[in-house]
């Protein structure tokens, strides 16, 4: 980002156009249509969301990227002290024999992990700086948690005795690791963050109605505050959590076509509670195992975020989630007696934002062009731009120019402050229905196997098929397309059918994509 | 927490008073007299901040405990964005060759870490679960970050061309790990919880600024905030962080006359720039390093607020930071309508408490006894308790109970809310005023070694003595007494005297103690 700006500077010098300066910056950023992959690692470097780090697979989220993180930290959290949670910190690592405790979850999960083998080092004898020192070998390797259920669970044993002791509605939010070989910025990183709530209940219902009503917090979540319309469903056998009964999701389209999980909600049953013994006695006194849940969304979402609404000019944030939500540039001339009506006029109106609790900034910088700020915090998504030229403010007018749309307007300046709380609401909700318009755009019913094909490869998008219910045709069709089960929607319509691959007798149909 | 409330339920059947409960409740804490550390481990178990984890030394924040941190970390993160900070987030991982860069900072730290040598695991062949894949070892090993100076600046290098990229003041809130080999739960553990600052400058005074307005920061919100006073000094050459020209700390004196650092402000100088090679230009095109700070507070705080305020009762929490701030406890008797009011009253009350955002429940379970909630309020150290008595309404009264001095009062009904606010106050601000009277009581100006080490034995505390400043007379005064020199307080009074162990020169005094 710095040096970036710097190179932006001087090119800006040659350049004395509002025009000119955007001109430079979209030939900065590739074209979503020329290459999708690229554009999203362009908007993440360039927007200043996130930098490669000297750490194979770990990011370093940068300011910008990180803001994003803390709005969206910020209302999850609410929403989970709103449904009873609490949080707690549970221990980074985890000893090795845990995770071979409860059977799935080992089988399907935990093995590309870092472990932790030593705990100290020493200066090397040749002089080579520090060395791993052989006399410091753990008697049992840790492993730096991929996910939590084990450690927590083990401590839960000692927190339940008695159906008084529940439920017990528990998140953490921390880093996690899980080593992988291909990451992308956000989507796939070695460490990243996230939250995992984690469970505890007397009954099966009651367990699973808690696995539905977070899975509940996270759709309206992505809804109402990220603008992402989701699909709400339960995974497949195949796709299901190591060591879950059911795996619920939430499952969003992106805008090239492919799906994103962006959020899963798991129902455990009794496997670890049976796992790391941990019973309790009801009210007749009768000892019984505990029902469970998990669930969890990640630093992914800023990456979904990113990809389901951002534009060849770079970011677009819905306004709930924008750390600056409006910016106010002034063109002054070289009057000086205009520049302190400007500067007074913009002072009126961030007074005025203040107090209605909107996010803004007056960027009366000197040293930058209008035309290089446009650029910039069009790339950085700000939501409203509002300008105060010197000639428009003549007229009492000022330009308002919407990130989503681009339209541009002419506002009135009596008043013009109490107008934009409403066009905030109307870009978060104009954002919402783009997506959701695409979305059904671009979501088919498909009913052979040449069609499903075709329409993969032609017109990417969710696809809505009959398949058999067996784990070898979704295997099978994996094989041949990259195409995965993303989920089977919560409320589905029961119609009869028969599979797009094997034409076997289907009940339902399911929803296909090729996914992040 | 959850066993022992049952065990208290059943205990309570065969108590009938809320004099009885209390008693129990007493005894189960240990006497701050007859052993401070075991009263230390009864609160932060018995009172729910945390436990012992499977992991060796590392702890379960809980629910209570992590809250505590919550208040403290939100009310940090707002201090340090009101002075231009920014958040972002670095990998945990740090490659093995860079601790070796800084000179110093390998040598004087980082030896006890927790190495990352493998990143897979697989089945055990011989079926006895998993086992560390030998195949899959690091080339590099990688260390599980004990603080980030290191990896921040080997990203900064790439970060910052020039002096326009100045000056970049970042903060990120982390989990490190320092192995430790003797732990304390939130005072010493392996896995901790914390805030690093890392901040780049374009000149050494500016960066002394900063080291200086940070110190402040924590300084005041370890006062305004925790209720808990703290000196303001800087450290001996001893005691300076690894790779530091100067460190800057707030110690804070704990009820057991031993010193605790509470926070700590480094100046780094040009050393990690000129180690990670970071330069910039400056208007004039001259080339130069850059000036670093770094700065740090961490769950530590926790045992702090803990070990500054609690009696053997329990937690005494400074309103600011309770999580509840008043709980209303009412006295039913058998008549259903006098059931009715009480409750009418409570929901006047918390009515008015919403509004005006203080943070209170009303807990009106039948399945436990008012003594038992009065002592387990007591034991979290709720500021303030409101008992609604079935004859005192008759009356038009009701009790008041502050949790600091264990002072009751009659309130009148009319109005009661409205004045909780204000006993609120008085109660943060009593608390602070008898924490600077017990560390006034205990700060003692020592002349002579017989004084001085009479003093430490039978009047534990601070003790202000002359030093003659060598790290040799510091050394020797440690391994004589365990005592170490806590920080030459900012402006410090210079006057002339005699080291209190050599009787060679000084020019000001210093203040020492023996120091969790």
Chains 1, 2 share one sequence.
């Not at 076509?257 to 009801?282: E, P």
């Not at 997506?435 to 329409?455: G, I, P, Q």
Request: hydrophobic letters at 40%; charged letters at 25%; glycine letters at 6%.
């Amino acid at each position: 980002m710095h040096s970036e700006i710097t190179t932006f500077a001087v090119l800006h010098q040659l350049i004395d156009s509002e025009n000119g300066a955007r001109f430079i910056m979209s030939k900065t950023l590739t074209n979503r249509k020329d290459d999708y992959a690229q554009w999203y690692n362009d908007i993440i470097l360039k927007g200043g969301l996130a930098d490669y780090s000297a750490v194979k697979g770990c990011m370093v989220i940068k300011p910008h990227g990180y803001a994003l993180w803390e709005y969206m930290r910020d209302e999850l959290d609410k929403r989970f002290k709103e449904t009873g949670h609490q949080n707690a910190y549970f221990p980074l690592f985890i000893p090795k024999s845990f995770l071979s405790k409860e059977a799935a979850h080992v089988e399907g999960f935990a093995k590309e992990c870092a472990v932790v083998t030593h705990y100290r080092l020493k200066n090397d004898p040749n002089g080579g700086g520090v060395i791993v020192d052989p006399d410091a070998k753990l008697e049992e390797e840790l492993i730096v948690r991929p996910t939590s259920e084990t450690i927590i669970w083990n401590t839960y044993k000692d927190w339940i005795q008695s159906y008084r002791d529940l439920p017990l509605l528990i998140n953490q939010w921390a880093n996690v690791v899980r080593w992988e070989m291909r990451t992308r910025l956000f989507l796939r990183t070695t460490e990243f963050l996230w939250q995992e709530g984690h469970t505890a209940h007397a009954t099966k219902e009651e367990a699973i109605e808690e696995t539905k009503k977070m899975l509940d917090v996270y759709a309206t979540f992505a809804e109402e505050f990220m603008a992402m319309p989701v699909v709400r469903g339960v995974k497949t056998a195949n796709e299901r959590f190591a060591g879950a009964e059911d795996t619920y999701c939430i499952e969003a389209l992106m805008q090239d076509g492919k799906a994103l999980q962006a959020g899963t909600s798991h129902f455990l049953g009794q496997n670890f509670a049976k796992a790391f013994d941990v019973t309790f006695r009801d009210k007749e006194n009768n000892l019984d195992h505990v029902w469970a849940t998990s669930w969890g969304v990640s630093t992914r979402l800023v990456g979904a975020l990113v990809m389901a609404h951002s534009d060849d000019e770079g970011l677009v944030l819905p306004p709930k989630l924008a750390p600056l939500q409006v910016v106010i540039i002034p063109i002054f001339n070289k009057d000086a007696d205009t520049r302190t009506k400007i500067d007074n006029i913009a002072a009126d109106i961030m007074a005025t934002f203040k107090q209605a609790g909107i996010r803004a900034k007056y960027d009366n910088d000197d040293n930058t062009r209008p035309g290089f700020k446009f650029a910039e915090y069009e790339l950085k998504g700000v939501p409203v731009r509002i300008t105060l030229g010197a000639r428009d403010i003549e007229s009492n007018i000022a330009e308002v120019a919407r990130r989503d749309t681009k339209e541009k307007a002419s506002y009135q300046l009596d008043g013009i402050a109490d107008k934009i709380p409403q066009l905030l609401a109307n870009i978060q909700s104009n954002m919402y229905n783009t997506a959701l318009k695409f979305r059904a755009d671009n979501t088919r019913e498909v009913n052979s196997w040449e069609e499903f094909v075709k329409t993969l490869d032609e017109t990417p998008g969710f696809i809505s098929a009959h398949w058999d219910g067996t784990p070898e045709t979704e295997e099978k069709i994996k094989e041949l397309t990259k195409a995965t089960i993303r989920c089977i929607p919560l409320n589905n319509k029961q119609e009869d059918g028969k599979c797009v691959l094997t034409g076997n007798a289907s009940k339902e149909r399911v929803l296909f994509a090729r996914a992040y």
